[in-house]
T-cell receptor, first 110, second 113 residues
Framework: GQQLNQSPQSMFIQEGEDVSMNCTSS?????WLWYKQDPGEGPVLLIA?????ELTSNGRLTAQFGITRKDSFLNISASIPSDVGIYFC??????????FGTGTSLTVIP | GAGVSQTPSNKVTEKGKYVELRCDPI?????LYWYRQSLGQGPEFLIY????????DSGLPNDRFFAVRPEGSVSTLKIQRTERGDSAVYLC???????????FGPGTRLTVL
């Protein structure tokens, strides 16, 4: 199946710093989703984006649906230790399939 | 519990054996999804059920993989003649109707020796 490219692959940041990560695809998507996955758990939905150019926030998280519909961005402001985990983007073109990215592993150093 | 549950949490089997993985979705959720997540990768779509029927099974890698949901609730993913390459975490998710609001279970970690 198709995989989306996420970057960076991993990040090590100090508590309080802002974080930016992105996701790119060779295909156009109609919906972009961002998930967080903790060890031994399933992914948890953070933000859903439905329109090109859309900017949506959820607390300290902000995500954008790229204008080209081939990319999306996630920002985390003022990181805290519990932000540690793996962040996945997922895109949906048509139908029921969601294609997930390769993940960005975030480590927050207190 | 209120969330999606999956059993067993871990399964170790030998190459060539048959395994069944179970998913209990959130009560009332009509849609159920199976994904496979290999180490260091994102989840990969396998199959989607709407009610009792497999609405989309295009993600199943080959005919050794099969899934059922006979009463529109619990689902079982069945893998025949397991191979070492089948080792992964198998995730199940359910949703009430909006496919973008999927709730994932903790997964079953399958190891094929």
């Amino acid at each position: 199946g198709q995989q989306l490219n996420q970057s960076p692959q991993s990040m090590f940041i100090q508590e309080g710093e802002d974080v930016s990560m992105n996701c790119t695809s060779s295909s156009i998507f109609n919906t972009w989703l961002w998930y967080k996955q903790d060890p031994g758990e399933g992914p948890v939905l953070l933000i859903a984006l439905y329109k090109a150019g859309e900017l949506t926030s959820n607390g300290r998280l902000t995500a954008q649906f790229g204008i080209t519909r081939k990319d999306s961005f996630l920002n985390i402001s003022a990181s805290i230790p519990s932000d540690v985990g793996i962040y996945f983007c997922a895109g949906q073109a048509n139908g029921n399939q969601f294609y997930f990215g390769t993940g960005t592993s975030l480590t927050v150093i207190p | 519990g209120a969330g999606v549950s999956q059993t067993p949490s871990n399964k170790v089997t030998e190459k060539g054996k048959y395994v069944e993985l179970r998913c209990d979705p959130i009560s009332g959720h009509t849609a159920l999804y199976w994904y496979r997540q290999s180490l260091g990768q994102g989840p990969e779509f396998l199959i989607y059920f709407q009610g009792t029927g497999a609405a989309d099974d295009s993600g199943l890698p080959n005919d050794r993989f099969f899934a059922v949901r006979p009463e529109g609730s619990v689902s079982t993913l069945k893998i025949q003649r397991t191979e070492r390459g089948d080792s992964a975490v198998y995730l199940c998710a359910s949703s009430a109707g909006n496919p973008h609001r999927q709730f994932f279970g903790p997964g079953t970690r399958l190891t094929v020796l």
